[in-house]
């Protein structure tokens, strides 16, 4: 099934997002709906942990947090994660469990990545995908 034109942040773009990447917010403008994986906040979380600023960090990951729809992992979501995990084993092409989760998300809501990780074209039979 083909995506409607909604899409699911990665966290590489969300990453640009914070750091006012101009490209990035012209997709958003041009998207149909835009979503973010618990995942992504997840990995957001930690940059801010590690990082020096880390009440800063964690405050923007907030912000962001409140003014996103977040969709988060469910039963269905395990089911396609064993499936792409499974998948790419058979291919040899392993990547990051991390975006192995949020390719399942998207899979089972049927949106589109939005990433600048070139790992996600492992998976370009399965999902679709942009290079943002």
């Not at 997840?42 to 880390?54: I, R």
């Amino acid at each position: 099934m083909k995506a409607d034109g909604s899409f699911l942040l990665d966290t590489s773009v969300i990453i640009a997002i914070f750091g006012g990447d101009d490209s990035v917010s012209k997709n958003i403008m041009q998207a149909n709906g835009i979503l973010v994986p618990s995942i992504a906040i997840g990995e957001l979380y930690y940059g801010a942990y590690k990082s020096g600023k880390v009440m800063k960090n964690i405050n923007q990951v907030e912000e962001f947090a409140i003014g996103n729809s977040i969709l988060y992992c469910d039963v269905n979501t395990a089911n396609e994660y064993g499936f792409i995990k499974n998948h790419l084993r058979k291919k040899g092409a392993m990547i990051p469990d991390n975006d192995i989760w949020i390719s399942a998300i998207a899979k089972q809501h049927n949106l589109i990545i939005a990433t600048r990780d070139q790992h996600f074209a492992n998976m370009c039979d399965l999902i679709d995908l942009e290079i943002w």
